[in-house]
Nanobody, 116 residues
Framework: QVQFVESGGGLVQPGGSLRLSCIASSTMFRMYVMGWYRQAPGKQRELVAEITLGGRTTNHVDSAKDRFIISRDITKNTIYLHMNNLKPEDAAVYYC?????????WGQGTQITVSS
């Protein structure tokens, strides 16, 4: 079972940038469409962005379409989420997983706080 470990979160001021990383435990992740998800307090987890095996990307959150970029480095078993011009509403725990997600593969996520 492939597992994911997310990192790169933290406290950032509005307008700031972060790059999240997600390392997969197995090269099997190369067989899947991969995505970044987020869950804010009191809200359901939502898919933020995905990347296909061929590298095609899709952003699913309208407010982030011009600010977030998903990418992958197959040689490092890693996917990234580049986040620019962060807003308070982006604060959440961010996770990576396949699309659709493998329930048993959810990691601990990485927390992002946006505050001045």
């Amino acid at each position: 079972q492939v597992q994911f470990v997310e990192s790169g979160g933290g406290l950032v001021q509005p307008g700031g940038s972060l790059r999240l990383s997600c390392i997969a435990s197995s090269t099997m992740f190369r067989m899947y469409v991969m995505g970044w998800y987020r869950q804010a307090p009191g809200k359901q987890r939502e898919l933020v962005a995905e990347i296909t095996l061929g590298g095609r990307t899709t952003n699913h959150v309208d407010s982030a379409k011009d600010r977030f970029i998903i990418s992958r480095d197959i040689t490092k078993n890693t996917i990234y989420l580049h986040m620019n011009n962060l807003k308070p509403e982006d604060a959440a725990v961010y996770y990576c997983n396949t699309v659709p997600p493998i329930v048993a593969s959810w990691g601990q996520g990485t927390q992002i706080t946006v505050s001045s």
